[in-house]
């Protein structure tokens, strides 16, 4: 049963409720059978439900469209998310590699500085013995 309208009935004056999608209709008081042509009020109400039905599929098409739009966003947010963190282990990893550089650096200048004195002291120690020789 589709949406009723209330119209009077042409025999009796007594409200009736129809059907605007059947063709017939009976009043309930006096038993009077109507054909239903489509009056100006019943073409008004079911131009209204076409519009009604109309609008409410267009908004639920765009209610899925929305929903679609919105769990796109999130994947595509996610995997910005995912690349952001990525690059700051990437940075954070750089940084550490850059730390034992410095560390290697400093250590390393001990090494030089231990082998050169390593070097030194028996050449000095040779140049002293010379020294004692000669002179």
């Known amino acids: 049963m589709g949406n009723l ?7 009796c ?5 129809i059907d ?9 008081f006096c038993g009077s059978k109507q054909f239903l042509n489509e009056s100006d009020e019943v ?9 009604e039905t109309a609008v409410a599929k267009a908004n639920a098409e765009a209610e899925i469209e929305k929903k679609k739009i919105d769990t796109e966003y999130q ?16 940075v954070d990893m750089l940084e550490q590699g850059a730390d ?18 390593l070097l030194a002291i028996p050449a000095l120690i040779v140049g002293c013995i010379i020294f004692n020789a000669i002179g």
């Open 5 to 11: 309208v209330a119209m009077k009935c042409p025999q």
């Open 13 to 17: 004056g007594a409200e009736m409720m």
């Open 20 to 28: 605007p999608d059947h063709e017939f209709t009976m009043c309930e």
């Open 43 to 51: 073409k008004a109400e079911r131009l209204r439900r076409d519009r």
């Open 75 to 90: 994947l595509k947010k996610d995997e910005i998310r995912t690349g952001v963190d990525t690059i700051r282990s990437g």
């Open 100 to 117: 034992v550089i410095e560390k290697a650096k400093g250590a390393l200048r001990l090494a030089v500085l231990f082998a050169v004195i």
